[in-house]
């Protein structure tokens, strides 16, 4: 009798998703919980409020700068809902781009204390005119006043923090800690934002917020999205479906055992390096190395993972390069780390917020996910998003750091519309599972996952009608159902102007426009800005954007 399969249950801001503790559903409120509930929704919406403020008529300045932004932003405050600007907002960067347009990103502050979540960008066109302002800005702290002063210890939030998410002996990185204003549930609390990063079984890479005075768990959110002088040369390989890979490697020496070849690419001018590492199924990461191999020809079955993972790795970097003018996941060339052979049949990928990780699946869903170059690319874009809009990793921000993983893999692997075709494994294929996720129809494909199938009608959504109003517990309140809505109107647009065309719409929304709460409303102001931007008010291209988030019913 054939095995039937049932989709992993992993949860990772990867291409899955995780164990996920088994809530089930709520109990009927009463009258007085309903009138808490309704003015805790209203607390929650005025600390994150939508701002797109486009000029009509631009006011000009000397020069494009951070002080004459603000001047701006004083004069305007009416209109932008931004109170005491040069008090409360505080320098976060400056970027030119290359229409000539400049972006002054500024973060909301209080008494010099940075509120999490609430960005703001001032847009100005070459000829240093204000032409836009958008972003998020917390107008709840306006009528709650903030005490900032601290009580706890950075390093006693940080042992906290630990102790909240079980974290292991050996960590990836040493925890980071930063003081922050965190609207959470009715409140604004003075915390401490702590990221904790480690691997093992349940690889983790946490944000946890502990309130400065007491010392408490305010929230906490999973955040893993699922040499001396080297000359590098050519080698070639076999990768997981027999294919012949061309390598860039290099030649190093072990003193025990004399020249060796290792995946290792430096051959791409500023950039620190494409490597790939081998994690040898053990669980222990201290174990990991660098992927070396006796000859430049990686042809074992072992090997196959790792080329791979390898070979993808640079096909996604010169898709950011060519396409967009940016160098590596940072923009500034950082190296680009994968690891394979990660854990024991993992059925999962992931970015950890440095590095990709691949399992090798257990061969009977999945077979090794460094097979599939949309795997990759996902992986990949998940490390660009990090480095730019950061988008949040819950809720609707969430879905949209899943779909703009999942719109850039089809970009970079533009065979078809579909995620992880590549990676099912033959039982998976006979039982009808052929891939992930469809940009082209949603609707094709079943959400596997029986948990997060009850909160919907168990197929992947296309249209708002059909959005999965998930707790935060389940998927982080939807990330990979919901993100087939927005996945679907990329589709569309795609249709009208084809993909040369989406990638630069989308690349610009993502590196421009969107902040870290950004939702679906504001993802769209974002998509059609940047093609108005790119191709002018009232052309073809904007005209498509709006028809793929009308067919989908963003509004």
């Known amino acids: 009798m054939k095995k039937k399969l049932i989709l992993p249950v992993l949860l990772s801001s990867a291409l899955l998703a995780g164990s996920i503790p088994v809530n089930v559903f709520a109990k009927p409120a009463d009258s007085a919980n309903d009138h808490h509930q309704q003015a805790l929704k209203e607390w929650n919406e005025n600390a994150s409020v939508p701002l797109f403020v486009k000029e009509r008529s631009a006011t000009k300045f000397s020069s494009s700068s951070p002080s004459n932004a603000l001047n701006y932003l004083k004069k305007n405050q009416d209109k932008t809902g931004i109170k005491n600007p040069d008090k409360n907002l505080k320098l976060k960067n400056v970027q030119k781009d290359e229409l000539g347009m400049t972006h002054v990103r500024f973060k909301q502050a209080v008494n010099g204390v940075t509120v999490e979540g609430a960005e703001v960008t001032v847009h100005y066109n070459e000829k240093h005119e204000v032409v836009s302002v958008n972003g998020r800005v917390n107008q709840a702290i306006a009528d709650d006043a903030v005490d900032s002063s601290v009580s706890l210890s950075n390093d006693a939030a940080i042992k906290e923090a630990l102790s909240a998410v079980s974290a292991p002996k050996e960590l990836t990185y040493?925890?980071?800690?930063?003081?922050v204003v965190y609207p959470f549930e009715g409140k604004n609390h003075t915390a401490y934002k702590v990221n904790v990063n480690f691997m093992?079984?349940?690889p983790g890479n946490w944000f946890v917020f502990i309130d400065a005075k007491t010392g408490h768990v305010i929230d906490k959110y999973n955040g893993i999205m699922h040499a001396e002088e080297n000359k590098t040369q050519k080698g070639f390989g076999k990768g997981v479906h027999g294919d012949h890979r061309e390598l860039h490697i290099t030649r190093v020496k072990e003193e025990a055992s004399g020249t060796k070849f290792a995946l290792a690419d430096y051959s791409h001018e500023n950039l620190g390096g494409i490597l790939t590492y081998d994690a040898k199924n053990d669980g222990n990461s201290s174990n990991?190395?660098?992927?070396?191999g006796n000859s430049a020809a990686f042809i074992g079955d072992y090997d196959r993972a790792a080329v791979d993972a390898h070979y993808n790795s640079e096909k996604v970097y010169d898709y950011f390069l060519n396409e967009h003018g940016r160098n590596s996941l940072d923009g500034e060339g950082m190296a680009i780390n994968s690891y394979v052979h990660y854990g024991s049949n993992y059925n999962n990928a992931f970015w950890n917020g440095r590095f990709m990780t691949y399992g090798d699946g257990d061969g009977e869903f999945f077979i090794p996910l460094s097979a599939g170059l949309d795997v990759a690319a996902h992986e990949m874009t998940h490390g660009v998003i990090s480095h730019t809009a950061n988008l949040a990793y819950r809720n609707q921000s969430g879905a949209l750091n899943e779909s703009f993983a999942d719109v850039f893999g089809v970009l970079v692997d533009d065979e078809d519309w579909e995620m992880g075709e590549d990676i099912m494994a033959p039982s998976a294929?006979?039982?009808?599972?052929?891939?992930?996720?469809?940009l082209s129809d949603p609707n094709s494909v079943v959400v596997s996952n029986p948990q997060r199938a009850a909160y919907g009608s168990g197929v992947y959504p296309d249209h708002m009608d059909e959005f999965y109003n998930m707790p935060l517990n389940v998927d982080n309140g939807g990330v990979h159902v919901n993100?087939?809505?927005t996945n679907h109107a990329a589709y569309l647009i795609g249709q009208e102007l084809g993909r040369e065309k989406l990638g630069k719409i989308y690349y610009r929304a993502l590196t421009v426009y969107l902040t870290s709460n950004s939702d679906f409303s504001d993802a769209r102001q974002a998509i059609v800005q940047s093609a108005i931007d790119l191709y002018g008010e009232g052309s073809v291209e904007e005209a498509a954007v709006h028809a793929g988030f009308d067919a989908v019913g963003i509004n």
Request: overall charge negative.
């Open 174 to 179: 040493t925890p980071t800690s930063e003081l």
């Open 200 to 202: 093992g079984e349940e």
């Open 288 to 292: 990991d190395t660098l992927y070396v």
């Open 429 to 438: 294929k006979a039982d009808g599972v052929t891939r992930l996720r469809s």
């Open 483 to 485: 993100s087939s809505i």
